[in-house]
């Protein structure tokens, strides 16, 4: 391994040129990161001061003197190439020729344009070269596509010029070539090149800690080219076969997608971290393409869970149900089902019995590892190949519908659980003809108020029966909008007005139904509990 100083102009000469190597993470700064760099080696240029160092620069001598594998610096490297060739479109010739050197070099005799000095990764490096290197212009249309696809390099690499720009607009000229030049000639970087694959491999593991810190799915792609043993051949493979996993669950959720997929394989509670947990996996895999294959096919199925991409209805609305719980434990055991389907077992009755089992631990108030119990059993049963009967046999003998329904049947406004139930209540009421998902803010709101403020109310309740009432299910009504405190003590016939008017905004049966009421006398409030709870039962009792 070898290490030296060098200034930028010295690493960005027409000489040399640095890719990104498949196993590295894409482009990742945000805005303040650049905000920083940028704010940092100004304060530095204004003083004057001597020399800048901005950090180390890590790279594989691919062809002498000529073209290195980037392992560590990428994001530093590539915010330098988007300032420079920003800088070269702000200033006139030849300080423009002169920098454009420094990102996209042109034959002076010819005028064509020659290889960049920085290569992206495949996905990323032709919307690099349009847009940033040849300086064609970002529409709106390409900004809502970008959105559209969830793709964060792109995003980031938009809105990262955006910032350049700001922090250059009103500098003049004179001011834009000096700073230039400063960046060019007193900032520093220490250049170190590693000698083989291998050792760059340790490196990239050992500094994966420096600057943005690597995601668990970059380590977990890292580990995947470590295992291949940095077979050229094959490396662009795996890495076109990684860039559609990326593409298909977007790099935000990756992490998060990784981590259910683990579970679904190991039903052991995690101890260590996410990368460090798939090591293992990794190791005892024939080959990183048949690991990686079976994170696709987890990956195709856990889209099918988050677009809910189901035919029956009841399937529809057991999943959108299930995504309003607070945890995502159950989402393991529905992809081991959906990587291996339980012959008997229609998808429909799982993801039911998933949804009662889940809202029957959660009203409980299970904690984590005792809900985590269930969801082992059924990962483990299906993964053993047990019958269709052996898996419901475990929801039923992790039930506890009396006790289920007890706490239904109690005060529930405040518990988290709360608004899921009431929405979960709503839909029970529609014909399954009907789906119905519901956006936008919505509240839950008391019909008799929390004080007794007015005659009305103080005529119908006694304080017990207010005590008794107030939070429990027959009294709370599902409204569109923010909650209304100052309608909060009127009067039933007041109140029902209000309810009208925010319910022609989003439309709840269960609401609707409390507007048909003449009164709201207390044995209004326990008839309309004990539908509702008897609903509930009937919706997450498991037999």
Sequence with gaps: MEASERTISQILTEQIRYEIPPYQRPYSWEKA?????????????????????????????????????VVDGQQRLTTLNLIFARLRDAVDEPAKSTLGKRV?????????EESPRLTLRQKDQSFFRRHVLGSLKITEEICRELEQQQ????????????????????KSQETLKLFANYLLTRVYVVFVTAASWHSAYRLFNVLNARGMPLANADLIKNMLFAKLGGATSKSEELDEQWLQLEE?????????????????VTAVKARKTLNEEFEPLIEV?????????GITTSARNYIRIQQNDFEKVGALRALRSLSRVAFEEWIPPLLTYLNSPVEGLPDMEFIDLLEK????????????????????????????????????????QNAHNEEFRTL????????????????????ADQDESVTKDYGGKITIEHVLPQALKEDYWRERYTEED??????????????????????????????KKIYAERNNKVSFDTTKQILDQNDWRVDVVEARHTRMVNAAAGIWSIT
């Design 285 to 293: 895999s024939e080959s990183p393409f048949e690991f990686l294959d």
């Design 357 to 396: 089992i889940t809202y029957q631990n959660w009203i409980r108030r299970l904690a984590f590892t005792a809900r985590l119990t269930v969801y082992f059993q059924l990962i483990t049963a299906i993964r053993a190949g047990k019958s269709a009967n052996e898996i419901r046999a475990i929801f039923k």
């Design 33 to 69: 990161n650049v905000e920083q760099l940028l704010d940092d080696v100004w304060e530095a240029y204004e003083k004057d001061d001597e020399e800048y160092f901005i950090g180390s620069l890590i790279t594989i001598e691919r062809a002498k003197d000529e073209l290195y594998d």
């Design 104 to 112: 996209l070099p042109r034959n002076e005799l010819t005028g064509e």
């Design 408 to 427: 239904l049947d109690g005060e529930i406004y405040g518990r988290p659980f709360a608004k899921a139930v009431l929405l979960r209540l709503e839909e």
């Design 151 to 170: 793709d964060a390099p792109k995003v980031r690499i938009f809105e990262n010029l955006q910032v350049i720009d700001a922090f250059l607009v009103n």
């Design 466 to 495: 207010h005590r008794l009432w107030l939070h429990r299910l027959g009294n709370l009504a599902l409204l569109a909008g923010i909650k209304n405190y100052k309608a909060q003590y009127f009067s039933f016939d007041r109140k």
């Design 248 to 264: 298909a669950i977007g790099i935000d959720r990756l992490d998060q997608f990784l981590g259910h997929h683990r579970t679904s």
